[in-house]
């Protein structure tokens, strides 16, 4: 009760601050901006205060909301000039659908009927007219349009997982007033409606969920809606829409990992009507390979839906098909993109039932004419060659690490003269490691999951502790044995490196770098740096010894920035990760300052740098251990060196100062 009284001043006090910082970014809005707002933290936690009062008084504060777009619109109409009062509008109905987007999430306490139908027709008429209300001609307003009818998709996609049935009228209703005319403008607003509807997700965790997605589906058939010109685009608009709708499912394995607690006469009629789905896309793309890019994904998806025992009958089916596509260049990301999730499918559903050597089989299979396209140049893309290594890290999360690592990625990085297969593999190699620490700790992770520069910090800190305690990144996906293989060819990808470019040094190059090494040679400077980038984490097999702090210090001084900013970032990871390599690195650089010619003083100065640099790391480290955030047995030995680096960081740090 005592909650009840306290909620009306803590919406009011939300509402008046949200009204404040509304105001503002109506008020900043220009048509010079083209839709960019700045970042605003204290406007995103009002938002979070909103969507947090919404789970107690959702409908007064929609009414209020509503309220205030409809004076706030009414004033930015007394502005003058079409251009300025459109985007105003715009503004408007960007913060508006934010702020509405808060009161429609699972926790909300729920809308009337009215505003429910409120916020639907809405986000539907952006979807429907966007083009009509903010005309091409505005070119200045295009962006902020487009920010406008995603906020809609947003709302339509958070009110589909109560009110689907009412969505899938509406959606039907729409479409089938527009399929019949033989019209541009009613074409291209099917198209608008059906982006709209791609932030679904079909909801399928209860009975009530399922039953409404079943009929979804099987009334948005896209063969079931032909329309008299050009019938093929609106089919393929409403492929694309359910494959966006189901994406999500796919990968959570639904409904199948929660058929236990739905009734199974609804369950048979989803699994019959994806299976039928499937069916007749497959047969229509037989018929017609211009359907392909449309209908492949959307058949995947069903496919990786269906029950285990025909998912196992067509699996191998849908992945030979894929291989065939990838003749088509205009199809190898998509198809990529499919034999991904198929490979995923078929080891998460199929895996653990099968035998490791049946699994093999069928991946050498799955992958084979991927690397036969890789190797062939056909693969040229960033986005092609970032799902090969996708792939193989999906193969290494899902318990196959062995082939991951033994038969995709050493292969990879073995691929003498093609870089671009090399840079692959070093990265999916990378991507693995980056999990371990994760792994070792019992946890789930994926190396394909996005990292921003803190969290690859902190997993970067962890992989040097594991190094520190003796072991390998490999040892947490339970592959040591793989670990001589992948040091010897990393070992060989280094030494042609060093060979090719090693010698490239900023004070003896007088033309760009990239003028001096051959063409068919420079793709291999990024996969120097890549390379180095596995160091310590993987020690290369002829760095094991003194050798490596006799090469690594000269790549400090190198002509290229990545690779020398690299070779530091190794010394620093080195002096963490390999305690007992910490005074012979020192001892390189050391080496390599007293090596450089007299008449090149500032490679010497750059050299002194790098040897401060590297003794006030160890300072640093020293710090670190004595605070307990750095673990790491000590001898009396070690303390000393560390003493008397302390002494050469003050003669070194003067000796600079002073030249």
Known sequence: MVSHMFLPPVADTLLLQFKTLAKARVDAATPLDRGDSPYDPVYEKVLNGLNLVAQHAAMPLLDALLAW????????QRLGGELVVLRKKLAVEAVFLEASHQLVGPGSSGLSGRQAEALERLAFDWA??????VEPRFSDLIKAREKVTCLGADITGAMA??????ITARFLKELEARIRLDANAARQEILQMCEGMKRITLPVSTNADLRASTDFLRQAHPLKHVAPVRKSQVQHALCEVLAAMLADNVKADLPRSVASSLDPALLKAWFHTITTMRTELANWTARQSKHAAVAYPLITYLICMEENNTFSQYVDTLVDNLHRQLKDKLLRTLVLTCLHQA??????????RLTQDKVHRWLAKANKPILLNLRKGNLGFPEQQDLVRQICVTIADHGAADFAVGSLIIELISSDGNWEAIMIGLKALLSIFMTAPARAAGKQASGNEAHGDSSDTV??????EMIRNGSHPLDAYGIPSEVTKVSLVLAKVLQQCQVFFGSY??????????????????????????ALRLVPFTMPEHWSGPRLCEDLPGLTLHADAGIRAQAVAVMKRILRGVPRMRNAMLLGVAGLAARIPDDTPEAIKDALRRLVELMEEWQLILTEKSRGTFHEPVSSAAAKSVLRCCDAVLCLQSFLGQT
């Open 69 to 76: 777009r409809k004076d706030t619109e009414s004033q930015a």
């Open 128 to 133: 429907l007219n966007a083009e009509t209300y």
């Open 161 to 166: 997982k109560t009110r689907l049935p009412v």
């Open 343 to 352: 490979m995923t499918s078929y080891l998460a559903r199929l895996g653990p």
């Open 459 to 464: 997993t970067e800190a962890q992989l040097l």
């Open 505 to 530: 040094r900023a004070v003896n190059t007088n033309k760009p770098l990239l003028e001096l090494i051959p063409k068919e040679r420079v793709a291999g400077l990024p996969v120097f740096t890549q």
